[in-house]
């Protein structure tokens, strides 16, 4: 199980977090259905630099933004 936590001795679960909240999934259907979702993301996620040079691009474009003004 890739995007899961599995450990010998137990029953695989997954987490799932949220901005103040959190969950423990432990429904086997439910993990695998999550661990799917999670090797799909992390199979289209871009390497740690080039993740660094789109954040830092984002942040140059939104400080040039017009909509700044409004918050």
């Known amino acids: ?5 599995s450990l010998d001795s137990a ?3 997954a987490y799932l ?3 103040h909240s959190g969950e423990l999934v432990e429904d086997g259907a ?3 259905r999550h661990s799917y979702r999670y090797d ?4 289209r996620a871009l ?3 080039a993740s660094t040079a789109l954040i830092q691009q984002a942040m140059e474009d939104f400080g040039t933004c017009a909509a700044w ?3």
Do not use: N, R
């Open 40 to 43: 799909l993301v992390h199979a």
């Open 30 to 32: 439910m993990v695998t």
């Open 69 to 71: 003004d409004l918050i």
């Open 47 to 49: 390497p740690p630099e």
């Open 1 to 5: 199980m890739q995007g899961g936590l």
């Open 17 to 19: 977090e949220a901005g």
């Open 11 to 13: 029953p695989d679960v």
